[in-house]
């Protein structure tokens, strides 16, 4: 099974905001709603943001939402701040016991 | 405090074997499916297996699937990889990580530190 697609990087200026897509297919993000994302700065482990498309972790900072559409999962982060330029995985389950993560965005904050 | 510590990670050459451990703390080790996740900077996370509560249960993605078998033992709050056959590809950062919730697919809300795995000769 492929990763789903996302973009291999996006950029953003301190304060603004941007958004990460992650698209699957019918049979895992458009038809569950248990995509999360994970932050994860250079030689850190990941960091769970968002569970269940649009649920933030406790200690997550609100800046940080998620939403979907159809097959398309997307992560929010308004009000850029520097120390948010990491990666960013998505991760779906994708039925039969199978889950499946994005190939990761690069947060690039000018 | 939950802690997740992993440990085994080493140089091995290609067709070899190595055994990874997780050591969990800080919370009831035998209530959470446990995951093994990897990385590499080329392919970024994959998800690599994962295992019920009871050990009744066990997923592999398809590239490790007959080479490498997780197990647990709930009384020394343990999880466990065993990795033979190992390839070039399987060259990653081995992360152990715990299931939000008692079901399969949620999410993944605590992670290790990693421990890195280099297969090469």
């Known amino acids: 099974q492929s990763a789903l697609t996302q973009p291999t990087s996006v950029s953003g200026s301190p304060g603004q905001s941007i958004t990460i897509s992650c698209t699957g297919t019918?049979?895992?993000?458009?038809?569950?709603?248990?995509v999360s994302w994970y932050q994860q700065h250079p030689g850190k482990a990941p960091k769970l943001m968002i569970f269940e498309v649009n649920k933030r972790p406790s200690g997550v900072s609100d800046r940080f939402s998620g939403s979907k559409s159809g097959n398309t999962a997307s992560l929010t982060i308004s009000g850029l701040q520097a120390e948010d330029e990491a990666d960013y995985y998505c991760w779906s389950y994708a039925g039969s016991s199978h889950v499946i993560f994005g190939g990761g965005t690069t947060l690039t904050v000018l | 405090e939950v802690q997740l510590v992993e440990s085994g990670g080493e140089l091995v050459q290609p067709g070899g074997s190595l055994r990874l451990s997780c050591a969990a703390s800080?919370?009831?080790?035998?209530?959470?499916?446990m995951n093994w996740v990897r990385h590499t900077p080329g392919k970024g996370l994959e998800w690599v297996a994962n295992m019920k509560q009871d050990g009744s249960e066990e997923y592999y993605v398809a590239s490790v699937r007959g080479r490498f078998t997780i197990s647990r033992d709930n009384a020394k709050n343990s999880l466990y990889l065993q990795m033979n056959s190992l390839r070039a590809e399987d060259t990653a950062v081995y992360y152990c990580?715990?299931?939000?919730?008692?079901?399969?697919?949620?999410?993944?809300?605590?992670w290790g530190q990693g421990t890195l795995v280099t297969v090469s000769s």
């Open positions: 019918s049979s895992d993000v458009g038809n569950y709603n248990l």
């Open positions: 990580a715990r299931e939000r919730q008692g079901t399969f697919g949620t999410a993944l809300d605590y």
């Open positions: 800080g919370f009831t080790f035998s209530n959470y499916w």
